[in-house]
Nanobody, 122 residues
C-alpha cells in the first residue's frame, strides 16, 4: 500500500519561509516522478513543483525563484522549500507520486497525501 504523509505546514508571515516534507512508503522515489500541488478554497488544484525520477525539477512560474523541490531517494522523502511567502501562497499543499514523468497536472499522479495547510498572513 502506498502512503504519502505531508508535514511542515502552518501559519507564517509574509516574507517568511517554510519547508514541507512528504514521507513516502510503498513507493520508491527513484522509480517515479513526484510533485507538490496546492489548492486554495474556490480554486482548482494546481501544480507547484515536480521532480522526475532522475531528480530533474520543474517549478511553476508563479513560485519560480522562491520555491525549490528536492528529494532524498535513500529515505523516500520529498521536500518543498518555500521562501518569500506571499498571501496568495495560502493553500492546502498536497504531495503526489507515482507518475511516469514530472507532470504538473493532477491526473498523472495516482497517489496522494492528505495535505498540509500553509497560511500566509500578517
Amino acid at each position: 500500500e502506498v502512503q504519502l504523509v505531508e508535514s511542515g505546514g502552518g501559519p507564517v508571515q509574509p516574507g517568511g519561509s517554510l519547508r514541507l516534507s512528504c514521507a513516502a512508503s510503498g513507493l520508491t522515489a527513484n522509480s517515479y516522478a513526484m510533485a507538490w500541488f496546492r489548492q486554495a478554497p474556490g480554486h482548482e488544484r494546481e501544480g507547484v513543483a515536480a521532480i522526475s525520477k532522475y531528480g530533474i525539477p520543474t517549478v511553476a512560474a508563479s513560485v519560480k525563484g522562491r520555491f525549490t523541490i528536492s528529494k532524498v531517494n535513500a529515505n523516500n522523502t520529498l521536500f518543498l522549500q518555500m521562501h518569500n511567502l506571499k498571501s496568495e501562497d495560502t493553500a492546502m499543499y498536497y504531495c503526489a507520486g507515482g507518475a511516469e514523468r514530472a507532470a504538473m497536472t493532477p491526473r498523472h499522479y495516482p497517489y496522494w497525501g492528505r495535505g498540509t495547510q500553509v497560511t500566509v498572513s500578517s
